[in-house]
């Protein structure tokens, strides 16, 4: 074997047993060599090459002594979370979000301004810049320190980050949302539908965080679906998946017309409903009656686990789901559990820094599973 071969292998072998080191540390308490050698199965020569590597780029840190402690201890090492950040955006038809976070997904900063419906393109954009900038000064953030950056957008999004249709936001189609970030973020941009990004923070840190297959619907003033199967986002073969209201018998394009019936704010309505008023009630029959035709029917085709309801009408979940079960009841071989989502306004901007993180952790770890934190 060649010098340059042997020295490729090497190089190989070191990378390996870092990202092995990277995965048992991650997430875990701090331990001492003799633990760490012991977890990842390397010598513990190996292991403090590897530790002192980690320290050195920061990406590992040395604990502390415990204050009391009799003798000499052993050192700790653990994984450092501030070794880098991950931002989330969420643009969507009224708002846009914004979270950062270290690599544990510690939130850091938060920002949210509003944007009027009508809104076009220009102005939205530069909303959404805006809100970014606010989140990272305000954290303290640079954003040379981001390793990832996440965008969720209504719509059906592809894989390079463009906007291939939208109707729920003016002038949106066309628009390369991975393009825009990336001129002012110099770290990779990940964009995908709000919905698909709300499943993935459910699965983080949601109601379905023990759950391998679930539906996640997205419900408010319109319905957004994401799909979960076998423990991963499910996307289709075009990233078409859970596109549910593009079929006109599901039910979901009139589901909301029912609720516009009430005079007043939604939320008057779902109030109504609760204090026993007979029309609101009536008409929440109807829209959940809609949006239980498309459920079922997913229900019935991926036999998930779960149903979670999420967006902005999980807020009167003690109105809405009790229905939906009911609904359900009638139309399935066997009724999910119906669970709604407790993640609230910042569920999608939450996804959205998971997928960053996804990629970070792809990048520090390999291809190895994700580790929730």
Same mark, same amino acid.
């Given at each position: 074997?060649?010098?340059?071969?042997?020295?490729?292998?090497?190089?190989?072998?070191?990378?390996?047993?870092?990202?092995?080191?990277?995965?048992?540390?991650?997430?875990?308490?701090?331990?001492?060599?003799?633990?760490?050698?012991?977890?990842?199965?390397?010598?513990?020569?190996?292991?403090?090459?590897?530790?002192?590597?980690?320290?050195?780029? %920061?990406?590992? /840190? #040395? *604990? @502390?002594?415990? $204050? !009391?402690?009799?003798? =000499?201890? &052993?050192?700790?090492?653990?994984?450092?979370?501030?070794?880098?950040?991950?931002?989330?955006?969420?643009?969507g038809a009224h708002r846009v979000r914004a979270l950062v976070t270290d690599l544990d997904g510690t939130v850091l900063g %938060?920002?949210? /301004? #509003? *944007? @009027?419906?009508? $809104? !076009?393109?220009?102005? =939205?954009? &530069?909303?959404?810049?805006?809100?970014?900038?606010?989140?990272?000064?305000?954290?303290?953030?640079?954003?040379?320190?981001?390793?990832?950056?996440?965008?969720?957008?209504?719509?059906?999004?592809?894989?390079?980050?463009?906007?291939?249709?939208? *109707?729920?936001i003016p002038e949106w189609t066309g628009l390369n949302l991975a393009e825009h970030f990336g001129k002012k973020i110099q770290?990779?941009?990940?964009?995908?539908?709000?919905?698909?990004?709300?499943?993935?923070?459910?699965?983080?840190?949601?109601?379905?965080?023990?759950?391998?297959?679930?539906?996640?619907?997205?419900?408010?003033?319109?319905?957004?679906?994401?799909?979960?199967?076998?423990?991963?986002?499910?996307?289709?073969?075009?990233?078409?998946?859970?596109?549910?209201?593009?079929?006109?018998?599901?039910?979901?394009?009139?589901?909301?017309?029912?609720?516009?019936?009430?005079?007043?704010?939604?939320?008057?309505?779902?109030?109504?409903?609760?204090?026993?008023?007979?029309?609101?009630?009536?008409?929440?029959?109807?829209?959940?009656?809609?949006?239980?035709?498309?459920?079922?029917?997913?229900?019935?085709?991926?036999?998930?686990?779960?149903?979670?309801?999420?967006?902005?009408?999980?807020?009167?979940?003690?109105?809405?789901?009790?229905?939906?079960?009911?609904?359900?009841?009638?139309?399935?071989?066997?009724?999910?559990?119906?669970?709604?989502?407790?993640?609230?306004?910042?569920?999608?901007?939450?996804?959205?820094?998971?997928?960053?993180?996804?990629?970070?952790?792809?990048?520090?770890?390999?291809?190895?599973?994700?580790?929730?934190?």
């Open positions: 074997m060649s010098d340059e071969i042997l020295g490729g292998d090497l190089s190989r072998l070191r990378q390996l047993n870092t990202q092995t080191a990277l995965r048992v540390l991650r997430g875990a308490e701090p331990m001492t060599l003799t633990e760490l050698a012991k977890r990842t199965g390397l010598s513990r020569a190996s292991t403090e090459d590897v530790v002192d590597d980690l320290i050195a780029q %920061r990406r590992v /840190a #040395e *604990v @502390p002594p415990v $204050a !009391g402690v009799m003798g =000499r201890p &052993a050192r700790r090492y653990r994984f450092r979370g501030d070794a880098g950040h991950a931002l989330g955006v969420d643009i %938060r920002a949210q /301004a #509003e *944007v @009027p419906d009508s $809104a !076009g393109r220009e102005k =939205r954009l &530069a909303a959404a810049d805006e809100v970014v900038d606010t989140c990272l000064r305000d954290s303290g953030v640079d954003p040379a320190d981001l390793w990832g950056a996440g965008v969720a957008s209504s719509g059906l999004v592809d894989p390079t980050g463009k906007v291939v249709l939208s *109707v729920a770290a990779p941009v990940l964009v995908d539908n709000d919905s698909r990004l709300a499943a993935l923070a459910e699965q983080w840190r949601g109601v379905a965080r023990y759950a391998k297959d679930f539906i996640y619907l997205l419900a408010g003033l319109r319905t957004g679906l994401g799909l979960v199967i076998d423990g991963k986002l499910h996307r289709g073969f075009a990233g078409a998946a859970g596109e549910m209201g593009a079929l006109p018998a599901a039910g979901w394009i009139r589901a909301q017309d029912h609720l516009a019936t009430w005079e007043g704010e939604v939320g008057d309505l779902f109030a109504a409903a609760r204090a026993g008023d007979r029309r609101a009630l009536g008409a929440v029959r109807r829209y959940v009656k809609d949006l239980s035709v498309g459920t079922a029917a997913l229900v019935l085709a991926l036999d998930p686990q779960m149903v979670v309801l999420g967006g902005g009408f999980s807020r009167s979940a003690d109105v809405l789901l009790e229905p939906l079960r009911r609904e359900l009841d009638k139309q399935c071989i066997r009724t999910p559990e119906v669970r709604a989502s407790t993640l609230g306004e910042e569920s999608v901007a939450l996804g959205a820094v998971r997928l960053a993180l996804d990629h970070a952790e792809r990048a520090m770890f390999g291809e190895a599973a994700r580790l929730k934190s």
